[in-house]
Every structure is written in C-alpha cells, then in structure tokens.
C-alpha cells in the first residue's frame, strides 16, 4: 500500500517537473528573454479590458495630421471678424490638412504663419462647431469643439422713421443661434457705438431702441453697430449692423422714385427719377439705390 502511494507521488511529481520545463521551452521560443509566457500569465488577469490611455496619449496618425501637433487654441469660443490663434509644432505643415474642419480654409484669412503658431481672422463662422486634435505625445491628445459665433439680427436692417412720431419695434431677435448662445453662457449687456438722434433711447440690458425723434438725420442714412456681451466677460461679444433715417413729410417725398416718360435724354426700359436727383435712372431699382433718392 505505502509502495503504491510513493509511486503515485513520484509520477505527479515527473509530470509537474515536465510541465514546467515544456513551458519555461515554449516561452523561450520566438520571444526575447525579458517577456517569458510564464509572467504573463500571473498579470494577465489585471490588464485593463480597453486600453484607454492609448487612444488619450497616442498623437494623430491618419495622414498629415501625424506630421503636426496642436498645443492649445485660443479663445475658446471663436467670434466671427475676430481673430485666433493657434500654438504648436510644424504647424506650417496644418495648413496644407485644412486642421480646422473641411471647407473652412475659404472663411479664413491668416495674418500670421509660422511652425509654432498661427494667427488667423475668421471671415465668416462655418455652419458647425470646429473640431480639432490638441495636446502632445506627453500630456495625452484629445478632441476639442470651438463654436463660433455670428452677427445677430435686428427686426431690421434698415429703419425709415418719421420725425415725431413713435418707433416701430426695434429690438435684437432673441431666437437668433448666436444670441442665444451668448445668452447661455451668462448675463449678456448690449452696446452701441455712437449716439442715436435726439429722442431716441437705447436700452443696455435689452438692445432695444425706443422713443420718438425729434431730429432728423438730414436726409442721409446713419449706420450703427450694437455689441452684445458677456457682462463678466465682456471680450466675448458679437455685433450687429442696422441703418436708419428720420425724415419729415416733405423730405419723405422729395426721396420718393416715380416713374417718367422716356425721352432722348431718358431712355430707359423703366425710366424713373426722384425730386432729390437731377438726373432720371433707366430703372426704378437704380433710382432707389441712389444716396439720395429711395429707402
């Protein structure tokens, strides 16, 4: 009985002591001697189902993208007929990938270009949020979106008034995108950047205009550009254009265009002329554009 149990121990024992030296053969076979199969198994278990970090700290590797690096962009939130800037590696190398998004190349001017930075004017905002790779092979890369904000509307965008008489509504369009953009990110204040004529008032917290004029503007048409800012953050600001005249009875007839007869010195398709002008147009489209004629 013992003889068959110390039989029994030396055959488990063999098999474990082959076991052994077939995998200490197999690791070494194909495979540098610094990972040995054998180690892998006691740290398999604690590798991490998805390797995350890899797709945080490897940099781009599709195309062009590869040859660059994008350390930071700023501001956050771009504004449109404002400047950037951009600060990396072999950035000359980004300009020929389009890095900020397909097709915006043609909304943007760059006043600047060099492989560390690049300082460009945006033109006009593209119709999505710019998506760029920023970061470095040390701190990691990651995705960053950048909204870029437009011109907001007003009712109008051009204003006839008469003297005397109570505005009509003149006030920002509040469903506009940008606008409310701007209003999600805190208290927003307006600005205008010159006086409007006398009677006319102008509301900071609201853009609205209201009032009667007492003045008018001399028969000419005043632009006016109204800012609407962050309150605690007042760089972050878009704008608007509107123009508007305050006209008398009389002056209000005299910029009407009205149709002529043709004649040897008039001989339009439509001939039109107003009592401002000396001179007849061969339509009544371009009587209207005229400086001093229509509204």
Known sequence: MFKKVRTLRIVNLSFIVSFLIFLVVCSNLGKPKHSLWIQSLFVIGNLPLSDTNKEKNDPPTTGIQSEY????????????????????????????????????NKYITYLETSDTKLIGHINRCPSVPIEIITGNSEIGFQKQFFPCLGSFPYSLRSFILDLNQPLPNMSP??????????????????????????????????????????????????????????????????????????????????????SISPSSTCNGPSPHTCTNASKCFYSQMACIKDPKCGF
């Open 173 to 258: 369009v509040t469903s506009d995108t940008s606008l409310e953009f701007l209003s999600n990110l805190g208290e927003i204040q307006f600005e205008i950047n010159r006086s409007l004529p006398v009677g006319m008032s102008f509301d900071q917290k609201t853009g609205i205009i209201s009032g009667i004029p007492l003045q008018t503007t001399n028969n000419e048409f005043l632009s006016f550009i109204v800012y609407a800012k962050l309150k605690d953050s007042p760089e972050v600001k878009i704008k608007t254009f509107f123009t508007l005249i305050v006209l008398t009875n009389e002056e209000k007839s005299n910029r009407t265009c009205r």
């Open 69 to 104: 690096e994008i350390h930071s962009m700023k501001p956050n939130i771009l504004i449109e007929d404002e400047s950037f800037e951009i600060i990396g590696n072999n950035l000359m190398k980004s300009l020929d990938a389009d890095i900020l998004g397909s097709g915006t």
